[in-house]
């Protein structure tokens, strides 16, 4: 090119090369040109062309502006995306070419150097590019301009996009899940979790668990089993569901179950554990609800079927003795304790009639008889069941005021009770002892009440039937009463006989026959049968005592509580009693005296049905006393008759006045039993003893004279009857 130029300039005579020819000097300039180039940029190399092609066939759009922002190259790339010829371009201020994207000429006028992804407006829609710019320099660092490159990534932005929601949607899915789920790396280390894991553990903040190591919250128990589990995953890769017990951030436990995933590279290296809990405290609870109800209502069949068992084993025995043999030993099949007895009511005290496994505490009943005998007034818990018939429980007898305690039983923390009822009143109690405290639950309590009416009931009937034994046998008793009240006019013999029979018959300690003496004015006690152990005094009082107000009232009376008649006990002289019955004794006309009957000690106390029996004997004794009066009244009236006629016929057959006399005090005698007689003749205006008998010094008696100016006398001559004075 430059030979070229010189040589036309010299043919042309263009001054100042007019009269020079500079074409041989050119060819050299021209031949150091291409050293230069070959050397410094290889002309001759196949890169410039290259280039030029590449940057051609680029998809990238790339554009070269100077420092006035003028086009200075631009590829195929960009031509076609601004729709603009190249020639067109070149020259031209890009900002011209620009003018649909104001935003993108305002943000980058002045900026040299940028990397940043941007958003243009196409008819065909939103594109996304990532946009390069970058200065051009000269070798001497002078600014020339700056090289644009805009490369289409809408396709990797939507792509990027499409990860992105569905990283959200799949974030929201997890962070929404009811169920805590956590990510956990191979060496045990946590690494994300969601929300529901917050809410389970309770955590103070949502980012507690993270870099802390899942074992820290998995109990001791469960340790293991989770070490083998994902052991196992780790061999295998398949999923593992099981269940552990975790900790809460506050150190409550939970019952969760889980489920373990493994995630793998690319290259099937494991690299963390996906893990899915279950909050299962619920499931458990309703579970051990259900082995609860389960569990009860196989013990409930057990107790069931051994109650009916205990029923059919009391029914078959209607020993009272051998029935109360059966029941603690029965019990302790239902109802576990260390000892128990049962008591029975008498009268306001409470007597242990058996008992089991005292012996184990050295404890033995016939030695402290006397000390197990409880008064109900002081006995609280005796008092409640009284009251309200229902068992009753101490947790802890130590903590209960009521609790009556006794150093040997210093050893029960826990008792349960249970009235025994039978013939619709309680008649005694269940008392079962345990060493633990709090032992004895309302479970317990329901067993003994079954148990104890099951008791009650069979008890009822043995004593139904001992009641009917007792009955046949009273009544030949009876009958045998009877007979000898209908066969023996011996009065006293006969009444003493009658007592004790009577006594026998009603199972009573003492009794007591007392008759009205109508001179006295009391009723006085004609026989007795003494207690087997000790002696009974009765002290007769003038119109006081139950005796006189069974007398006055001609109505039977029936005392098992004595405190309502302590003023009247004082009479007796006695052991402690503990019932008396008494019933008139009466004759068609008249009541004449009563029948006392004495229980004493712990002995049972009277009862209803015994009242018929002692009023029927009673009303025979009565018959009987009336009969032998009758009988001995005929036989004296016919005695006297016979006396007086011997009498009489002595007295007129004597002349001698000493012998008539004597035969008159002698045969008065046989008639009006006498201490002492006197016989006192007229003489004047004086009596004078001519006779007498059974004084001291009789003799110096005779003639002794004495004024019948005296009320007696005077009372004696006026109504010419026999005076009495009493």
Request: with cysteine.
């Amino acid at each position: 090119l430059v030979p070229g130029v010189s040589n036309l300039l010299y043919i042309a005579h263009i001054p100042p090369f007019a009269y020079l020819d500079v074409t041989p000097l050119s060819f050299m300039i021209t031949g150091i040109l291409v050293v230069f180039g070959v050397y410094r940029y290889r002309l001759l190399d196949l890169t410039p062309h290259g280039r030029d092609v590449l940057i051609e066939k680029m998809e990238d759009i790339v554009v070269v502006i100077d420092h006035f922002g003028r086009v200075v190259d631009i590829n195929q790339a960009a031509t076609s995306f601004l729709n603009i010829d190249r020639d067109q371009m070149i020259g031209h201020v890009l900002n011209e070419f620009l003018a649909p994207w104001p935003e993108l000429i305002a943000r980058f006028q002045e900026v040299k150097e940028a990397h940043t992804p941007i958003i243009m407006q196409r008819p065909e829609g939103v594109r996304y590019f990532d946009l390069r710019l970058n200065p051009i320099y000269t070798q001497d660092n002078t600014y020339m301009g700056r090289l644009i490159i805009l490369r289409d990534i809408t396709e990797i932005q939507t792509v990027q996009q499409a990860l992105a929601e569905s990283e959200s949607r799949y974030r929201s899915l997890i962070d929404t899940s009811p169920d805590p789920i956590l990510q956990i790396s191979v060496n045990g280390e946590i690494e994300f979790y969601n929300r529901a894991t917050v809410a389970l553990l309770d955590l103070p903040n949502s980012s507690e668990l993270i870099g802390r190591t899942a074992e820290e919250y998995i109990d001791e128990s469960s340790r293991d089993e989770t070490t083998q589990r994902t052991r196992q995953i780790r061999e295998d890769g398949r999923q593992q569901n099981f269940e552990i017990l975790i900790h809460a951030y506050n150190g409550h436990l939970i019952p969760v179950e889980i489920s373990i995933s493994l995630l793998k590279d690319a290259q099937e290296q494991p690299i963390s554990y996906v893990c899915v809990l279950r909050d299962i405290s619920e499931r458990r609870h309703a579970e051990n609800e259900i082995r609860r109800s389960a569990q009860a209502e196989h013990e409930q069949r057990e107790i069931s079927e051994t109650l009916r068992e205990i029923g059919v084993i009391l029914n078959t025995t209607l020993d009272v003795e051998t029935l109360l043999d059966h029941l603690l030993t029965q019990a302790a099949r239902v109802i576990p304790y260390d000892s128990g007895n049962i008591s029975f009511i008498r009268g306001r005290k409470v007597s242990i009639v058996r008992s089991y496994g005292y012996d184990k505490f050295n404890i033995s009943f016939t030695d402290a008889e006397n000390r197990f005998v409880f008064d109900i007034e002081e006995t609280r818990n005796f008092a409640e069941m009284i009251s309200s018939r229902e068992p009753f429980i101490i947790p802890d007898t130590s903590q209960y005021t009521g609790w009556v305690g006794l150093e040997e039983t210093s050893y029960i923390h826990s008792w349960l009770g249970a009235p025994i009822v039978a013939r619709d009143a309680v008649i005694g109690f269940f008392s079962l002892d345990k060493i633990e405290k709090d032992f004895y639950k309302p479970a317990h309590a329901q067993i003994l009440a079954y148990f104890a009416a099951q008791a009650g009931m069979a008890l009822q009937n043995a004593w139904l039937f001992d009641e009917t034994n007792q009955n046949l046998k009273r009544t030949i008793q009876l009958n045998q009463i009877l007979q000898k009240i209908g066969g023996s006019l011996d009065l006293n013999a006969l009444l003493n006989e009658v007592l004790q029979m009577s006594c026998t018959m009603l199972n009573a300690s003492a009794g007591m026959l007392a008759l009205y003496n109508s001179n006295l004015d009391v009723l006085e006690p004609i026989n007795k049968v003494q207690p087997a152990n000790g002696q009974m005094q009765w002290k007769p009082r003038i119109n006081s005592g139950v005796s006189w107000d069974v007398y006055r009232s001609g109505e039977p009376l029936l005392m098992t509580d004595l405190n309502d008649y302590s003023p009247y006990l004082a009479l007796i002289t006695a052991d402690e009693v503990a019932s008396i019955l008494v019933v008139p004794v009466r004759t068609a006309e008249k009541i004449i005296g009563v029948l006392c009957f004495y229980k004493l000690g712990d002995q049972d106390p009277f009862a209803p049905r015994d009242v018929p029996i002692a009023v029927t004997l009673g009303s025979e004794a009565g018959d009987a006393i009336r009969t032998v009066r009758l009988f001995e009244d005929v036989r004296r009236r016919a005695d006297e008759s016979e006396n007086l006629r011997k009498a009489s016929s002595a007295v007129t057959s004597a002349l001698n006045l000493d012998v008539v006399l004597d035969q008159i005090i002698s045969n008065l005698d046989k008639v009006v039993p006498f201490d002492s007689c006197s016989i006192f003749l007229n003489q004047g205006d004086e009596l004078v003893i001519v006779a007498n008998r059974g004084f001291k010094n009789a003799r110096k008696l005779v003639g002794a004279t004495f004024s019948r100016n005296n009320t007696l006398v005077r009372e004696t001559y006026a109504s010419r009857h026999a005076l009495i004075l009493t």
